[in-house]
Structure formats: C-alpha cells, structure tokens
C-alpha cells in the first residue's frame, strides 16, 4: 500500500507540474471572438486530460526503476504476480467514462459555436487560387479587408471559385472548408478590437502561403462609417464599365496581378500597370499585341498563349465564372491602367 500512495502523489505532482508548464508556454493566440471561449475550455480539458495520462506512465514507471531495479547481489526471480481483475475493471471502465465525458463536452462546445443569432450579419465569402474577398449584401459591395463589428455576430456564406480552400483566422479558433460547387457557413462573434490575418488553411496550389488578407474588428460606429464610405464608392464606380471591372478584378484577379509597377510577392503573374497596348514575346519565341482578343483569349483559355518567363498558374474556371460583359468590364479597367 505504501507503494501506491508515493506513487499516487507523484502523479498527482507531475501532472501539476506539466499542466502548468505547458499553459505557461503560451501555446494558443490570443482570443478574439465568443466562440473561443467553449473551445479554450475543451483544450484546457484536454491538456489536464494528456498531462494526467503522460504522468501516469512516466511517474510509476521512474519510481519502478527507481525501488525495485535488481540491486547487486541479487540472483533471484522477481515476486511473481497472476493479475489483479480489480485493476483490469478499472482500467477498462474509467477509461470508458472519460470518454463519454469528453464526447459530451465536446457536444456542448460545438453547439455553442454553431448556435446561430436571428440577427447575424451576412457576409459572403469568395476564395480563389490565391485570394479572398468579402462581399457586405446589405451594403452592396465588396472588400479584399474584412471589417468586423465587434460583438455581433457575423455569419460567413463561403464558396470557392476552384479548389478547396479553408477559412482561418486563429485568433478565433473556428475553421472552416470553403469547397467549389457548395456554400458551406462559419459563425464569428468577435469579442476583442484588433487586426488579425484569414489565412488559408488547405493547400491550394502553388501560392497558397500568400493566401492571407487583414481582418480588422472595430467598434461599431466605426465599422458603419467605413461600410458607408464603400457603399457610396461602389455605388458611383458601377455606373461605368472600368468601375464595374475594378470590382470585379478586386474579386477575382487582384489577388495574383499587381496593378502598380512591381509583381506580387510569390506570385509570378503579368503586371497590368501598361500592359495593354504592349507586344509581349510568348514562350514560343512568338510575339503578340496585348488587345481585347488577346486578353479575352487569355481569360478563357490561360494556356493558349503564355508570355516568355511565366509559368501556367492561372486557373481555367473563369469560362464558366464571369459572363462575357464582366470580362468586357474588367478589359476596360486594364486599359485605363497606363
């Protein structure tokens, strides 16, 4: 019996010792929306869980090494032992119960971050290979920078224009696929004014790293005015065809063309700052004039004719993404950018 009691307080020890040495560590960001608040409490849960089990083996396996290690002079056998059912019962049933412990826990804590507000703000979310965009419907227009409210709750209608991409921002500890074809839906209430970074969390081709974009949590007065402001600069840009395709590039192409004089870092894609109008040495060893054909063709069918020096990432979805007076549109921006 004396044993089992040094044994029990050294485990008891050494699961303290580890659980507060691992929170210490500072291993999670800090948290930013009400969501996080179930999901902090099932991992603080499951560190008390893993320190505790760590401990079990490592604390009674170190004190056997310890007291009962052949000492020298010692020939013979070991006590032999034919089980104990009692310890078997045990390990079998507890083990048991903390399962359905943390099966119901993690229930609880995945209907607190699905529990919907009637009053949510919608906002739709659109990835593509590599860039995301954030279209505000009750405003009616649309930002590549995610401006948050603080303290209502946002609920994201998210799709991808090509392939999977996932929506992440670690401070608010939920995650979610955006797959093509579907529209899939993340809840955030964000509970702490700051700028955070929506990364991309499913690899998604060869820029995916670059996948990120600001989000911005602001007071509320602060986030009408700023929705305000872009309201009446979309409302005045869809009056003309350039204005109309500066939003659409916003969406769809800014993401990997550069509209100033240098390239995007990581994304080896044409600069559109005086592009149109320029003769362009294809890989062929060909020449061509960067017109209306030539930029129609380039959209439709990216890998017709590549420009010297590029390589083929664009993707070939845009046939069946964009119209053909959107792509008209986003012609007309191009040429005004000289």
């Known amino acids: 019996m004396r044993h089992f009691v040094i044994v029990s307080i050294l485990t008891a020890a050494m699961t303290y010792v580890i659980y507060v040495g691992l929170t210490s560590l500072g291993l999670m960001p800090v948290h930013a929306s009400t969501q996080a608040t179930s999901i902090d409490w099932l991992w603080d849960w499951q560190m008390r869980a893993m320190s505790f089990l760590f401990a079990l083996i490592v604390a009674p396996m170190s004190y056997a090494l310890v007291v009962f290690h052949r000492r020298k002079g010692e020939t013979g056998e070991g ?125 998604c081709g060869i820029s995916h790293s670059y996948m990120e974009d600001d989000v911005l949590v602001e007071e509320t007065a602060d986030f009408e005015e700023w929705a305000l402001e872009q309201q009446a600069i979309a409302i005045e840009a869809s009056k003309t065809p350039e204005g109309r395709g500066r939003i659409l590039a916003a969406t769809y192409c800014l993401g990997c063309h550069s509209i100033t004089s240098t390239q995007l870092s990581g994304v080896a894609a044409p600069v559109w700052l005086g592009l149109f109008g320029k003769t362009e040495t294809l890989q062929d060893g060909s020449s061509v004039v960067v017109d209306e054909a030539y930029l129609i063709e380039s959209i439709l069918n990216p890998l017709a004719r590549i420009v010297h020096g590029f390589t083929p990432n664009m993707p070939q979805t845009f046939a069946n993404t964009l119209s053909a007076d959107q792509i008209n549109d986003i012609i007309a921006f191009i040429k005004t950018l000289k």
């Open 79 to 203: 006590q032999h032992f034919e089980g104990n059912y009692n310890l078997e019962i045990a390990w079998t049933v507890l083990p048991l119960f903390a399962v359905f412990a943390f099966a119901y826990m993690g229930a609880y804590s995945l209907g607190e971050v699905r529990r919907l507000d009637p009053n949510a703000m919608v906002i739709r979310v659109h990835a593509v290979q590599w860039n995301w965009t954030f279209e505000y419907p009750d405003y009616g227009f649309s930002s590549d920078v995610l401006h948050l409210p603080i303290n209502r709750q946002i609920r994201l209608l998210m799709e991808s224009t090509d392939v999977i991409h996932s929506f992440w921002v670690p401070e608010f500890r939920v995650k979610q696929d955006l797959v093509p074809g579907r529209v899939t839906e993340l809840l955030i209430t964000p509970d702490r004014l700051g700028a955070y970074r929506v990364r991309c969390a499913e690899l």
